[in-house]
Each structure stands twice: as C-alpha cells, then as structure tokens.
C-alpha cells in the first residue's frame, strides 16, 4: 500500500492529536504480528490501514503538523512509510514498552514546550469509527470541555452488553458553554460479568470507555506530577531535550527508568475521584477490532460495499471474506476467512467457522473462541517460536 500524501485540513488552533499506535494485537494473531501488528494492516477492506484511516480522522481536527505518533522504534519506519505527511519530529519512537501513560504523556509534554497553551488529544492508532461527523462533534465538544481545566474522555454509548470494555459511569451535566452533551464522570469501572453488563445497558447511564483523553497539556502534566511525580519528572527531562541533539542520548538514559503503567490508572481514575474528569456521551459507531469475532461482525456488515469485504454464499450459509473471495470457496458453510497466503481456501459443512490463512501460520477456531486466540501467542512465545509472533 502506498504511502498518505492527503494534507487537507487545517485543523484547530492550538489543538494537537497523539497517537499512541503500540501493541501486538494477539488476538488477531496470525494477521497481526508484533513486527507488524494491526494498526498497520488494513482490516476494512476499505485500502487504508487502521492507522492511515485514524490519520484522516484527525488532520481535519489538528492539521496535519499538529498530530504526532508515539510507536515502538521497530515500527517507526512503518509508520513513516504509511504517514509521508507527518513531520519527523512528530513521530515519537520509544526505546521500549512502557504503556500508554508515558507514551500520551511524553507527548503532550513535547507539545507544552511548542505551544504552552495546547490543548492535547490522545486517540488510539487501531480503531474503526464509522461516524466521522459524529467524532468530530464529539472532540470539539471535549476541546470545550478541557478549556475549563477537566481531563475529558468520549464515552461510547454501548448497543450490547459487552464485558471486553471498561465503563464510564456518567454524573451530574457538566454546565460548560460549547459541551452541551458533557457530564461530570462519576467513576470508571472494570470490565464486568455478563449479568453487571447487562445492568449497565439497562440503566443507561454507563458508556464504554475507549480510551479517548483531551486536556489542555498543562493540565494533564500538573496531574500527572500530582498523582506521579517520578513519571513526571522523568518524562519533562526526555522533553526538554527532544527537539535538540541531545534527544537520543536523554532518551536513552531516562526512557527505561519511567514507570510502566496505564493512562487510566495513573491519572483517569484518580482524577475522576478529585472531580477533574469529564465525559462527552457519543454514538460514533466505534469499534477496537480487538478479536476475530469483533472483525468478522465488522466485515460482514461492510461485504458488498465499495472498497469492503466479500461474501461467497451456498443455500442458507454465508462466508465473509477479508481480502480476495476468488480464493474461497465454500459449501454448507459460515463464517469469516482471511486468505493472505495465495492459496486457495475451501471450507465445507462448518458453521461460524474462522479460517486466517498466512504463509507460516493457519488459524482455525470459531467466532466463540475468538478471544482465546491470545493464549496461542503466549504458547508460541514460552517455546520460544518468536519468529511466529
């Protein structure tokens, strides 16, 4: 796929998009693969990368100067390559895996040093947002939001009673001009049971939690020094020296000795407890892709359109297809099958199946299963077979 030289959009002033694009997503092992994993793969159909499709989201937002991508230093060249139109300096390459609080962070204090007065928004690399409009109105409803000194998150309102998420807990309207759909965040919580999920449906004041965080940057580093003050510390040195020549060596030295913990607990949760969290309620028709059946679901509704997936359908069955349908064939069969090896794929008599089909690895399990994929990865990764993972 060639590179995104699309740079329409100037995007809000003193606003800035970061992209935090890491992980491996072992669920959706064998496609996604920690050399290459799912944000740079295009799981649509659509011919653009979950991470070219979140940068159209937002250069209309930011501009295309103002988004910045936080990613692994393996996969800073990829990165490159899908995102011509990112400046170099925007493109945060970490040493190692510390989580998503000293990556978003990292960010934001870089933007601090550029513009003092930005206003930062942090959006993960590797969801599917149908609604564009709805997303656009949903974080310029949060850009007013932070403007009154709140850590604002974008609650998804949920269509089912999922235990893969968190929850938002939603409290009192907020009252601020130009966030007419805010409300105070009461508490986040866990991912729960079936039965608490399907509580939180019917009361209707919980929203799932996609990790979606605007701030003014100032606000969201004085939380983080409050709450996690070595973190912080830690993170305002590597950006003191990041847009001068010391940057690697700062880097190198300080990087590995920042604490590895999650945005969520180390500022979200507590911040929501001081009252400093707000959330705008939003349908965006979000989606993590975070297993097959989640990627089945979302080709399946895109089969036939222009640009999506493909359908082979024999009497009462239908079997989606994520790439070219000529290399499947099916017979009193379901499900979803991902031919990327070249070979021909013929699947008979089986119901919901789920066939990933690469040249080193074939997946067969069924959409029930799907979230089970992970504990294969980790089997893989304790033998010792890297090369598969």
């Known amino acids: ?53 979140t940068w159209d989201r937002l250069v209309p937002l930011a501009g295309a100067d103002g988004v910045l991508v936080v990613t692994g230093a393996a996969h800073a060249k990829a990165v490159a390559a899908q995102l011509d139109a990112l400046p170099v300096g925007n493109l945060l390459a970490e040493p190692s895996p510390r989580d998503s609080t000293a990556a978003i962070c990292l960010a934001a204090a870089v933007v601090r040093r550029r513009d ?14 149908r609604d564009v409009p709805a997303f656009h109105a949903a974080v310029g ?49 866990e991912k729960p049971d079936a039965a608490t999920a399907a509580a939180y449906l019917a009361e209707g004041t919980y929203r799932w939690n996609a990790g979606m965080f605007v701030a003014r940057a100032d606000v969201l580093l004085d939380l ?20 001068t020549d010391r940057r690697d060596a700062v ?22 407890a001081a009252g400093r ?8 028709g979000w989606d993590d ?34 790439g070219d349908g000529a290399h499947v064939l ?24 789920v066939v990933v089909d690469t040249p080193d690895a074939v997946l067969v399990t069924t959409r029930a299963h799907a979230q089970a994929v992970k504990a294969i990865v980790d089997r893989l990764k304790a033998e010792g077979r890297h090369e598969l993972t």
Do not use: C, N
């Not at 653009?48 to 499709?53: A, F, I, V």
């Not at 206003?119 to 599917?128: H, R």
């Not at 983080?224 to 040195?237: D, I, K, S």
């Not at 880097?251 to 929501?272: F, N, Q, R, S």
């Open 1 to 53: 796929m060639g590179p995104v030289t699309d740079t329409s959009g100037g995007g809000r002033a003193g606003f800035f998009a970061i992209v935090p694009a890491g992980g491996a997503g072992t669920r959706l092992w064998p496609l996604s693969r920690a050399g290459h994993p799912k944000f740079l793969l295009d799981l649509t159909g659509s011919g653009r990368t979950l991470l070219q499709q």
């Open 116 to 129: 003092p007065d930005a206003v930062v928004g942090s959006f993960a690399a590797d969801a599917v947002i």
């Open 141 to 189: 409803e949060a850009i007013a939001a932070a403007a009154g000194g709140y850590v604002v998150t974008i609650g998804i309102e949920p269509d089912h009673p999922s235990t893969a998420f968190g929850y938002i807990r939603l409290g009192a309207p907020l009252g601020v001009d130009g966030a007419p759909s805010a409300h105070v965040v009461e508490r986040f919580v």
């Open 224 to 243: 983080l020094a409050q709450f996690r003050p070595e973190l912080a510390a830690g993170v305002e040195t590597i950006a003191e020296a990041w847009d």
């Open 251 to 272: 880097l190198a030295e300080v990087w590995p000795t920042l604490e590895k913990v999650a945005i969520d607990y180390a500022l979200a949760e507590p911040a929501a």
């Open 277 to 284: 969290v707000a959330v705008v309620p939003a349908a965006l």
């Open 289 to 322: 892709v975070g297993d097959f059946a989640a990627l089945a679901d979302l080709v399946a509704e895109t089969a036939g359109s222009e640009g999506g997936g493909t359908s082979t359908a024999s009497g009462d069955f239908r079997v989606s297809v994520l």
């Open 330 to 353: 099916s017979a009193h069969a379901g499900g979803f099958v991902v031919p990327s090896s070249g070979r021909v794929i013929a699947v008979i008599g089986l119901e919901d199946v």
